[in-house]
Protein backbone atom coordinates (compact mmCIF):
# COMPACT_ATOMS: atom_id res chain seq x y z
CA UNK A 1 0.00 0.00 0.00
CA UNK A 2 2.59 2.32 0.89
CA UNK A 3 4.61 2.14 -2.57
CA UNK A 4 0.86 2.92 -4.70
CA UNK A 5 0.94 6.19 -1.96
CA UNK A 6 4.43 7.12 -2.78
CA UNK A 7 3.67 6.24 -6.42
CA UNK A 8 0.66 8.89 -6.19
CA UNK A 9 2.79 11.37 -4.73
CA UNK A 10 5.20 11.51 -7.16
CA UNK A 11 2.99 11.57 -10.05
CA UNK A 12 1.44 14.68 -8.08
CA UNK A 13 4.72 16.25 -7.64
CA UNK A 14 6.07 15.62 -11.30
CA UNK A 15 2.08 16.96 -12.24
CA UNK A 16 2.79 20.17 -9.97
CA UNK A 17 6.63 20.65 -11.41
CA UNK A 18 5.30 20.88 -15.26
CA UNK A 19 2.31 22.79 -13.85
CA UNK A 20 4.83 25.37 -12.57
CA UNK A 21 7.24 24.91 -15.57
CA UNK A 22 4.67 27.79 -17.73
CA UNK A 23 4.18 29.81 -14.55
CA UNK A 24 7.77 30.02 -13.77
CA UNK A 25 8.35 31.02 -17.61
CA UNK A 26 5.34 33.71 -17.99
CA UNK A 27 7.07 34.77 -14.14
CA UNK A 28 10.42 35.61 -15.88
CA UNK A 29 8.92 37.28 -19.08
CA UNK A 30 7.28 39.55 -17.11
CA UNK A 31 9.91 40.40 -14.84
CA UNK A 32 12.00 40.97 -17.44
CA UNK A 33 9.37 42.73 -19.18
CA UNK A 34 9.03 45.00 -16.29
CA UNK A 35 12.69 45.61 -16.37
CA UNK A 36 12.20 46.92 -19.80
CA UNK A 37 9.60 49.04 -19.13
CA UNK A 38 11.56 50.41 -16.18
CA UNK A 39 14.54 51.01 -18.20
CA UNK A 40 12.89 52.52 -20.61
CA UNK A 41 11.41 54.51 -18.31
CA UNK A 42 14.66 56.17 -17.22
CA UNK A 43 15.55 56.06 -20.44
CA UNK A 44 12.75 58.48 -21.66
CA UNK A 45 12.60 60.75 -18.02
CA UNK A 46 16.47 60.78 -19.11
CA UNK A 47 15.79 62.12 -22.18
CA UNK A 48 13.38 64.33 -20.93
CA UNK A 49 15.70 65.85 -18.13
CA UNK A 50 18.60 66.16 -21.02
CA UNK A 51 16.14 68.28 -22.85
CA UNK A 52 15.25 70.58 -20.05
CA UNK A 53 19.30 71.34 -19.40
CA UNK A 54 19.83 71.47 -22.81
CA UNK A 55 17.25 74.41 -23.36
CA UNK A 56 17.84 76.04 -19.58
CA UNK A 57 21.81 76.10 -20.61
CA UNK A 58 20.84 77.72 -24.51
CA UNK A 59 19.26 80.48 -22.58
CA UNK A 60 22.95 80.34 -20.24
CA UNK A 61 24.69 81.06 -23.21
CA UNK A 62 22.65 83.94 -24.23
CA UNK A 63 23.24 85.12 -20.67
CA UNK A 64 26.95 84.84 -20.33
CA UNK A 65 27.38 86.29 -23.75
CA UNK A 66 25.78 89.44 -22.99
CA UNK A 67 27.45 89.52 -19.54
CA UNK A 68 31.13 88.58 -21.47
CA UNK A 69 30.13 91.34 -23.81
CA UNK A 70 28.95 94.07 -20.72
CA UNK A 71 32.27 93.36 -19.31
CA UNK A 72 35.00 93.45 -22.06
CA UNK A 73 33.71 96.94 -23.34
CA UNK A 74 33.96 97.84 -19.83
CA UNK A 75 37.31 96.70 -19.64
CA UNK A 76 38.38 98.36 -22.60
CA UNK A 77 36.83 101.68 -22.19
CA UNK A 78 38.49 101.94 -19.10
CA UNK A 79 41.98 100.62 -19.65
CA UNK A 80 41.89 102.06 -23.44
CA UNK A 81 43.49 98.99 -24.50
CA UNK A 82 41.58 97.30 -27.83
CA UNK A 83 40.75 93.20 -27.94
CA UNK A 84 43.06 93.14 -30.91
CA UNK A 85 41.85 89.70 -31.92
CA UNK A 86 38.56 87.59 -32.48
CA UNK A 87 40.04 84.90 -30.62
CA UNK A 88 40.36 86.57 -27.06
CA UNK A 89 37.23 87.18 -27.27
CA UNK A 90 36.20 84.12 -28.31
CA UNK A 91 38.17 82.91 -25.38
CA UNK A 92 37.09 84.63 -22.70
CA UNK A 93 32.98 84.07 -23.52
CA UNK A 94 34.32 80.27 -23.81
CA UNK A 95 36.06 80.37 -20.21
CA UNK A 96 32.49 82.28 -18.39
CA UNK A 97 30.54 79.49 -20.19
CA UNK A 98 32.66 76.80 -19.02
CA UNK A 99 32.32 77.47 -14.96
CA UNK A 100 29.05 77.98 -15.77
CA UNK A 101 28.73 74.46 -17.48
CA UNK A 102 30.87 72.90 -14.76
CA UNK A 103 28.53 73.92 -11.95
CA UNK A 104 24.88 73.56 -13.65
CA UNK A 105 24.58 70.00 -12.82
CA UNK A 106 25.64 66.69 -11.25
CA UNK A 107 23.71 64.15 -13.38
CA UNK A 108 24.96 65.49 -16.78
CA UNK A 109 27.58 66.72 -18.93
CA UNK A 110 27.41 69.66 -20.45
CA UNK A 111 29.69 70.78 -22.89
CA UNK A 112 29.62 74.20 -25.04
CA UNK A 113 32.19 75.13 -27.67
CA UNK A 114 32.16 78.31 -28.86
CA UNK A 115 32.81 78.30 -32.98
CA UNK A 116 32.86 82.18 -33.60
CA UNK A 117 31.15 85.40 -33.17
CA UNK A 118 30.18 87.78 -35.65
CA UNK A 119 28.48 90.90 -36.52
CA UNK A 120 25.21 90.49 -37.68
CA UNK A 121 22.30 91.79 -40.36
CA UNK A 122 21.16 93.98 -37.50
CA UNK A 123 24.28 95.96 -35.60
CA UNK A 124 22.45 95.69 -31.87
CA UNK A 125 22.77 91.89 -32.02
CA UNK A 126 25.93 89.87 -32.81
CA UNK A 127 25.94 85.98 -34.09
CA UNK A 128 27.12 83.72 -31.75
CA UNK A 129 27.93 80.06 -33.43
CA UNK A 130 28.53 77.09 -31.01
CA UNK A 131 28.20 73.49 -30.45
CA UNK A 132 26.34 72.82 -26.82
CA UNK A 133 26.14 69.03 -26.31
CA UNK A 134 24.21 68.15 -23.34
CA UNK A 135 24.80 64.03 -22.11
CA UNK A 136 24.36 61.35 -19.01
CA UNK A 137 27.43 60.33 -17.52
CA UNK A 138 27.52 56.85 -19.12
CA UNK A 139 27.29 58.88 -22.54
CA UNK A 140 24.45 56.32 -23.81
CA UNK A 141 21.57 59.50 -24.15
CA UNK A 142 22.68 62.84 -25.40
CA UNK A 143 21.75 65.55 -26.95
CA UNK A 144 24.42 67.62 -29.50
CA UNK A 145 23.73 70.33 -31.73
CA UNK A 146 25.29 73.34 -34.24
CA UNK A 147 23.54 76.73 -32.75
CA UNK A 148 23.87 79.77 -34.72
CA UNK A 149 22.02 82.83 -32.30
CA UNK A 150 21.82 86.12 -32.31
CA UNK A 151 22.42 87.93 -28.88
CA UNK A 152 21.60 91.74 -28.27
CA UNK A 153 23.53 93.99 -27.03
CA UNK A 154 21.18 96.21 -25.69
CA UNK A 155 19.69 94.19 -22.37
CA UNK A 156 19.73 96.67 -19.82
CA UNK A 157 20.68 93.77 -17.33
CA UNK A 158 23.92 94.06 -19.16
CA UNK A 159 24.69 97.25 -20.47
CA UNK A 160 27.73 97.25 -23.65
CA UNK A 161 29.51 100.24 -23.88
CA UNK A 162 30.93 102.06 -27.04
CA UNK A 163 34.57 101.39 -27.12
CA UNK A 164 35.60 103.81 -29.82
CA UNK A 165 35.47 107.42 -28.19
CA UNK A 166 37.86 106.23 -25.43
CA UNK A 167 39.67 104.32 -27.63
CA UNK A 168 39.99 107.05 -30.14
CA UNK A 169 40.97 109.86 -28.43
CA UNK A 170 42.20 108.89 -25.07
CA UNK A 171 39.05 110.76 -23.62
CA UNK A 172 38.11 109.63 -19.65
CA UNK A 173 35.35 107.85 -17.87
CA UNK A 174 33.56 109.71 -15.13
CA UNK A 175 30.20 107.91 -14.17
CA UNK A 176 28.42 106.36 -17.12
CA UNK A 177 29.87 109.22 -19.28
CA UNK A 178 32.70 109.93 -21.29
CA UNK A 179 34.53 113.32 -20.68
CA UNK A 180 35.97 114.31 -23.81
CA UNK A 181 37.81 117.90 -22.05
CA UNK A 182 40.08 118.78 -25.35
CA UNK A 183 41.07 115.33 -26.52
CA UNK A 184 38.11 115.71 -29.07
CA UNK A 185 39.03 118.74 -29.57
CA UNK A 186 42.56 117.73 -30.78
CA UNK A 187 41.41 115.15 -32.50
CA UNK A 188 39.08 116.27 -35.06
CA UNK A 189 40.91 117.82 -37.76
CA UNK A 190 39.39 120.47 -40.09
CA UNK A 191 38.06 123.77 -38.86
CA UNK A 192 36.09 124.49 -35.90
CA UNK A 193 37.09 121.98 -33.61
CA UNK A 194 37.25 123.82 -30.58
CA UNK A 195 33.32 123.59 -30.83
CA UNK A 196 33.72 120.20 -29.13
CA UNK A 197 35.30 121.59 -26.21
CA UNK A 198 34.02 119.29 -23.09
CA UNK A 199 32.10 118.00 -24.79
CA UNK A 200 30.12 115.22 -21.97
CA UNK A 201 28.38 111.65 -23.84
CA UNK A 202 26.55 108.95 -22.28
CA UNK A 203 28.09 106.23 -23.19
CA UNK A 204 25.90 103.40 -23.00
CA UNK A 205 24.71 101.68 -26.26
CA UNK A 206 20.84 102.11 -26.46
CA UNK A 207 19.06 101.56 -29.69
CA UNK A 208 16.64 104.99 -30.76
CA UNK A 209 13.45 103.18 -30.35
CA UNK A 210 12.22 105.40 -33.85
CA UNK A 211 12.25 102.97 -36.05
CA UNK A 212 11.25 105.65 -39.18
CA UNK A 213 14.55 108.16 -38.69
CA UNK A 214 12.55 110.74 -40.47
CA UNK A 215 10.24 111.26 -37.35
CA UNK A 216 13.13 112.86 -35.44
CA UNK A 217 12.09 115.83 -36.94
CA UNK A 218 8.89 115.49 -35.83
CA UNK A 219 8.66 117.53 -33.33
CA UNK A 220 11.65 119.02 -30.83
CA UNK A 221 10.23 116.77 -28.17
CA UNK A 222 11.42 113.34 -30.33
CA UNK A 223 14.67 114.73 -31.26
CA UNK A 224 15.84 116.24 -27.97
CA UNK A 225 15.05 113.11 -26.30
CA UNK A 226 16.92 111.47 -28.71
CA UNK A 227 19.71 113.68 -27.58
CA UNK A 228 19.65 113.56 -24.68
CA UNK A 229 19.00 109.62 -24.90
CA UNK A 230 22.61 109.55 -26.48
CA UNK A 231 20.67 106.71 -28.56
CA UNK A 232 21.77 104.86 -31.29
CA UNK A 233 21.00 104.71 -35.10
CA UNK A 234 21.61 102.19 -37.96
CA UNK A 235 24.55 103.33 -39.73
CA UNK A 236 26.17 102.23 -43.29
CA UNK A 237 29.38 104.28 -42.52
CA UNK A 238 29.20 103.75 -38.44
CA UNK A 239 31.01 100.76 -37.00
CA UNK A 240 29.76 97.64 -35.40
CA UNK A 241 30.55 96.75 -32.12
CA UNK A 242 32.89 94.26 -32.73
CA UNK A 243 34.87 96.49 -35.03
CA UNK A 244 34.49 99.14 -32.60
CA UNK A 245 35.91 96.72 -30.13
CA UNK A 246 39.20 95.82 -32.15
CA UNK A 247 40.02 100.12 -32.67
CA UNK A 248 39.46 99.59 -36.66
CA UNK A 249 39.72 102.22 -39.03
CA UNK A 250 37.04 100.62 -41.13
CA UNK A 251 34.54 98.27 -41.13
CA UNK A 252 32.13 97.05 -44.10
CA UNK A 253 29.34 95.53 -41.79
CA UNK A 254 26.01 96.87 -40.51
CA UNK A 255 26.95 99.06 -37.93
CA UNK A 256 25.44 101.90 -35.65
CA UNK A 257 26.00 105.98 -35.21
CA UNK A 258 25.40 108.34 -32.59
CA UNK A 259 25.50 112.47 -32.18
CA UNK A 260 28.02 113.82 -30.38
CA UNK A 261 26.73 117.25 -28.89
CA UNK A 262 28.65 120.27 -29.59
CA UNK A 263 29.29 122.67 -26.80
CA UNK A 264 29.78 126.29 -28.70
CA UNK A 265 27.47 127.65 -31.27
CA UNK A 266 28.40 129.18 -35.03
CA UNK A 267 26.91 128.60 -37.97
CA UNK A 268 29.24 125.69 -39.38
CA UNK A 269 31.63 123.26 -37.40
CA UNK A 270 32.40 119.36 -37.85
CA UNK A 271 28.98 117.35 -38.40
CA UNK A 272 28.14 115.80 -35.14
CA UNK A 273 27.75 111.90 -36.23
CA UNK A 274 30.54 109.56 -34.27
CA UNK A 275 31.93 108.34 -37.04
CA UNK A 276 32.95 111.47 -38.70
CA UNK A 277 33.98 112.99 -35.23
CA UNK A 278 35.62 109.93 -35.01
CA UNK A 279 37.17 108.59 -38.41
CA UNK A 280 40.67 108.51 -38.25
CA UNK A 281 40.93 108.72 -42.58
CA UNK A 282 40.72 112.20 -42.75
CA UNK A 283 37.42 111.63 -43.78
CA UNK A 284 35.83 114.45 -41.33
CA UNK A 285 33.42 117.09 -42.91
CA UNK A 286 31.52 119.96 -41.79
CA UNK A 287 27.73 120.48 -40.96
CA UNK A 288 25.39 123.08 -40.24
CA UNK A 289 23.79 124.70 -37.20
CA UNK A 290 20.47 123.26 -35.91
CA UNK A 291 18.78 123.85 -32.78
CA UNK A 292 16.28 122.50 -30.61
CA UNK A 293 14.47 124.89 -28.38
CA UNK A 294 17.39 126.91 -28.37
CA UNK A 295 18.98 124.75 -25.45
CA UNK A 296 20.36 121.89 -27.54
CA UNK A 297 22.59 121.86 -31.09
CA UNK A 298 24.45 119.75 -33.13
CA UNK A 299 26.06 119.88 -36.61
CA UNK A 300 24.69 118.21 -39.71
CA UNK A 301 25.73 117.73 -43.15
CA UNK A 302 22.73 117.23 -45.87
CA UNK A 303 22.64 113.44 -45.85
CA UNK A 304 22.52 113.18 -42.24
CA UNK A 305 19.56 115.96 -42.42
CA UNK A 306 17.77 114.31 -44.74
CA UNK A 307 18.42 110.94 -43.01
CA UNK A 308 17.04 112.00 -39.84
CA UNK A 309 14.43 114.37 -41.83
CA UNK A 310 15.43 117.36 -39.93
ZN1 LIG B 1 17.32 108.76 -32.57
ZN1 LIG C 1 32.48 95.76 -38.37
Do not use: W
Request: aromatic share 10%; with cysteine; net charge negative.
Amino acid sequence: MKIIKDQKAYTTSILVLILLIPVLFLLIITMEEYDQNVNNTIENLESEQIKNVYDDFEEEILRSTKESLHNITYEVITSKRSITRRDDLISYIQNKINKKADNQSKDFSIKCDILDIKPSDNPFKIELDYQLTVSTEDNKIKKSKNQQKYVEITDKNYPVYDPLPTLKTGAILDGGYVEYGDKLAEYITIDNSETYMNTIEKITIKECPLKDYTQHGNSNDTFLSCLNNHYYHNSHDGMCLLCRLENKTYCNHYGFETFILPTEMIDEAPASIDHVLLNDNQNQYPGNLITVENTSFIYLDNGHKAKYGL
